[in-house]
């Protein structure tokens, strides 16, 4: 089977929850540490095998096309520097071999419609798909798994988790079905943020996807949906009632970058697995308790 290459980035969202830092910054430019959120994701695909990164962008995402562009006056100073480290850093944020389209989502309709937009460049091929909110880390990342799993049996493969039942309302959760003899989960059914009541469980889909080019017509043949929106939940709940749906349990940590509470979690958790960085976070650590404690 032909390795999936294409993946999507939708990163047309407002983040509101980082005001006023997004006011004229996207979030997902936002830096753990030193290197952007997005930028993590965008490692994630490339090594998966992706070569082809598809950014849907709002009018305000101009920097993230900046990020990912060559910028050989920064280049050439660092170089005259004697920083040729640093500059072959800013270089390789996309590799040789790489390339980066962007397209712009007209309205912000929805994550469902953010995807659609991306179908020019797609074309009738499977292709990935990463929200860069949700920022993992591990040895064997979800997109890796979600490929891995497409080219051995072509379909439409989610990544999920177990979340904690009043937690349900945050996600698209699933229905599941029979776990298939090479680990899969059949997905039965999806429902977009339901009430904790009305959830058919506490898997929760995360923001990893593989999709079978068809996606594209459910997408647009799709009425507004919860919050007015197009929403993909809906599009792969009618996929998942054909038996086209496949899950897979994500094996990484993962961090909840669009809110604040799991970008501060992924900043201090990197941070303090940095040997740059954990004698001076552990010793933060210890000033708060002695302050706490006095």
Known sequence: MTRITKAVFPVAGLGTRFLPATKAMPKELLPIIDKPIVQHAVEEAIAAGITELIFVTGRNKRAVGDHFDTNLELENQLAQAGKTEMRDMVRNIVPNGVSCIFIRQPAPLGLGHAVMCAAPAVGDAPFA??????????????????????????????????????????????????????????????????????????????????????????LKGLEPGAGGEIQLADAIDILAAQGKVSALVNTSRRYDCGSKRGYLHAIFEVAQEDPDYRDFMLDLMRRALKDAES
């Open 129 to 218: 798909v990463l929200l860069a909110d949700d920022f993992m880390r591990g040895p064997v990342l979800p997109t890796q798994m979600l490929l891995d799993a497409h080219e051995a049996t072509p379909g439409n493969f989610l990544s999920v988790g177990e979340v904690p039942t009043a937690d349900v309302h945050k996600f698209g959760i699933v229905k599941p079905g029979a776990t298939r003899p090479d680990g899969t989960v059949e997905v039965l059914k999806i429902v977009e943020k339901p009430r904790q009541q009305d959830a058919p469980s506490q898997i929760a889909s995360y923001g990893r996807y593989v999709f079978e080019p068809e996606i594209f017509g459910i």
